[in-house]
């Protein structure tokens, strides 16, 4: 699975895809579809969010499979739990499941439910600790100049690397897919500030051509590098330069 599937929300991984930016972003294989685009599939013109739906079904088949088709440690469901879920997802009856799977009861599969309804609860407490715990965290090393400053800019030396490793293409330098969570966006957003001359001001022209080299949509880029707080502009928007205060 890409990275991305694993920053997607529950709702989302059922889909198998996300919207981010435009695009309708495949979680399994990276594909994208472009808002305001109309893609032909046979004699058929889908928009960008039906093609979406069309590509999931066509190239990945049904996502719940391809979940429950993770590893043990992912999903935390043994062989039988798996099996157990495979088949209430077709829909079938607890006794069909009793019998298909040769429970000696019934009430054998209704323990199953029990048991993954409690897995549920017990899977958004552990999610509401968690976002509070990355809350709780304190602020790391921000530019003076830095914008919106919380614990969103705290990232260690190792999760920095490992973000760029996941999002940049080692040969070409090029953007393979912008983060939506806001730590791996702003170690992104340092990494193409560091393309720009500290020294230098840059038209608005000159600064969509250089970050159009490193991903397609460079007015949101552009855009992001402002509201955070590394790129500044004179008050009419003719100029821009990178913030005094940044240091790579």
Known sequence: MEEIFWEASPAEMRKGFIYDNGRYICLVCGAWHEEGVIYQSGTRFLDAGKAAVQHVSDEHGSMEERILSLSKKQTGLSDVQSEVMARMLKGETDDTIAEGLGFTSVSTVRQYRFKFREKARQARVLLALMESVEQNRSAGPAH???????????????????????????????????????????????????????????????????????????????????????????????????????KS
């Not at 293409?169 to 001359?197: A, C, H, M, N, W």
């Not at 949101?220 to 005094?244: A, H, W």
């Open 144 to 246: 003076r100049g830095a914008k919106m400053v919380d614990e969103r800019w705290e990232t260690t030396e190792a999760e920095a690397e490992k973000f760029l490793s996941t999002y940049i293409d080692p040969v070409s330098g090029k953007i393979k897919q912008f983060p939506r969570k806001e730590k791996r966006k702003i170690v992104i957003l340092k990494y193409l500030t560091r393309k720009f001359d500290p020294s230098a001001t840059y038209t608005e022209k000159e600064v969509s051509e250089l970050l159009e080299k490193y991903y397609d949509d460079f007015a949101t880029l552009r855009r992001y590098l402002i509201e955070y707080g590394f790129m500044k502009r004179n008050q009419d928007g003719s100029r821009y330069y990178v913030d005094p205060a940044f």
